[in-house]
Nanobody
Framework: QVRLVESGGGLVQAGGSLRLSCVAS????????MGWYRQAPGKQRELVAT???????NYADSVKGRFTISRDNAKNTVYLQMDSLNPDDTAVYFCNVKGSNRLSEYDYWGQGTQVTVSS
C-alpha cells in the first residue's frame, strides 16, 4: 500500500514561516505529479501547489509569491516552503501523489498535517 508521510506542520505567528515535507513510499508506479492541498474548517479542500516530475509548478493565486513547492525525485519527496504566513493559511495540509503505470492511473493522499497561524 502506498504510504505518504507528512511532517513540518505546527503553530506559527503571522509573518512567520514553515516548511512541510511529504515522503512517498511503496510506490509501484511512475509519479507524474506531487502536490499540496489544504482544507480549512467548514471549507472545501483546495489546491495549494503542485509540481510535475519535470519540475513544472502550479500555485493557487492566494499563495503565489509566498509559498514555494519543490521535490526530490530520487527520494519521492515533495516540500512546501511557506513564508509570510497569515491566519487565512490556517488549515490541514494534505500531500497528494498522482501517477500511472500501464495498468491504471493512481491518486493517493496523506493523512494531513495541521498548520495554524496566529494573528
Amino acid at each position: 500500500q502506498v504510504r505518504l508521510v507528512e511532517s513540518g506542520g505546527g503553530l506559527v505567528q503571522a509573518g512567520g514561516s514553515l516548511r512541510l515535507s511529504c515522503v512517498a513510499s511503496r510506490i509501484f508506479f511512475s509519479i507524474n505529479a506531487m502536490g499540496w492541498y489544504r482544507q480549512a474548517p467548514g471549507k472545501q479542500r483546495e489546491l495549494v501547489a503542485t509540481i510535475t516530475s519535470g519540475g513544472t509548478t502550479n500555485y493557487a493565486d492566494s499563495v503565489k509569491g509566498r509559498f514555494t513547492i519543490s521535490r526530490d525525485n530520487a527520494k519521492n519527496t515533495v516540500y512546501l516552503q511557506m513564508d509570510s504566513l497569515n491566519p487565512d493559511d490556517t488549515a490541514v495540509y494534505f500531500c497528494n501523489v498522482k501517477g500511472s503505470n500501464r495498468l491504471s492511473e493512481y491518486d493517493y493522499w496523506g493523512q494531513g498535517t495541521q498548520v495554524t497561524v496566529s494573528s
